[in-house]
């Protein structure tokens, strides 16, 4: 039966190479994060571009009178429908955003873990460390000046305005600008709820058995 080697036994370009898939691993969550919030992003200004089609289509086969798309009250209620419906649908590539931000955050946590079985020995046996970090809460996942907060935020604004002004039309009423800003922002408060609630879950979880008693550090 082939001996196991033992820790102590492992020759120091064993780690560099655990260094090499590290460094190809993060590589790939950042580039499969990326693609994933490009994805959405296009499906949701698809999906916010359709009432702007629809309305056009209308004006074109003259169903709809175009100077009436000039005036909130002679606006028909089905355009207000759509622009409620796209609303609505937008919320899930929202939902989506905010999944694929928890999920580049979990696996890059996964990796930060996997770099504390080589960082101490590379420091011991090369006198150099990875300039990575090796902590395991590591990066947060509620970081809203980061492109992908920014990108979930505004998506949330945008969102909030389709719903609000769909929904209002739809009730026949005429607001004014302070009244129509106030229902948008209480909109954007209910997405920007979920994104907080939904990145910070994470936080609240138990820090990974570190059965090495390697400290944690973010260097």
């Known amino acids: 039966m082939r001996k196991t080697p033992q820790r102590d036994d492992w020759a120091p370009g064993q780690f560099l190479q655990l260094a090499a898939v590290d460094f190809t691993g993060i590589y790939a969550v950042h580039l499969a994060a990326k693609e994933e919030r490009l994805k959405m992003t296009r499906l949701a200004l698809s999906l916010l571009s359709a009432p702007f089609l629809a309305a056009v289509a209308l004006a074109g086969a003259k169903v ?10 002679q606006v028909p209620w089905y355009l207000f429908a759509l622009v409620t419906a ?16 928890n999920a580049h955050a979990r696996t890059a946590r996964a990796i930060n873990n996997f770099r504390l079985l080589y960082a101490t020995r ?31 935020m505004v998506l949330a604004i945008v969102n909030s305005t389709y719903l609000t002004v769909g929904m209002t ?51």
């Not at 709809?64 to 009250?73: A, F, N, Y």
């Open 64 to 73: 709809v009178d175009p100077q009436s798309l000039t005036r909130w009250e």
């Open 86 to 101: 796209f609303g609505l649908l937008s919320v899930l590539p929202f939902l989506r955003l905010i999944e694929a931000v």
């Open 122 to 152: 590379l420091l011991k046996d090369l006198d150099w460390s990875p300039n990575l970090p090796i902590d395991p809460r590591f990066p947060e996942t509620y970081a809203p000046l980061a492109w992908p907060g920014i990108n979930v």
């Open 169 to 219: 039309g739809l009730t026949g009423q005429r607001p004014g600008l302070p009244s129509l800003m106030t229902g948008i922002l209480l909109v954007a408060l209910v997405h920007y709820a979920v994104y907080y609630v939904r990145c910070n879950v994470s936080r609240r979880r138990r820090l990974p058995r570190n059965p090495y008693e390697f400290p944690n550090l973010e260097t």
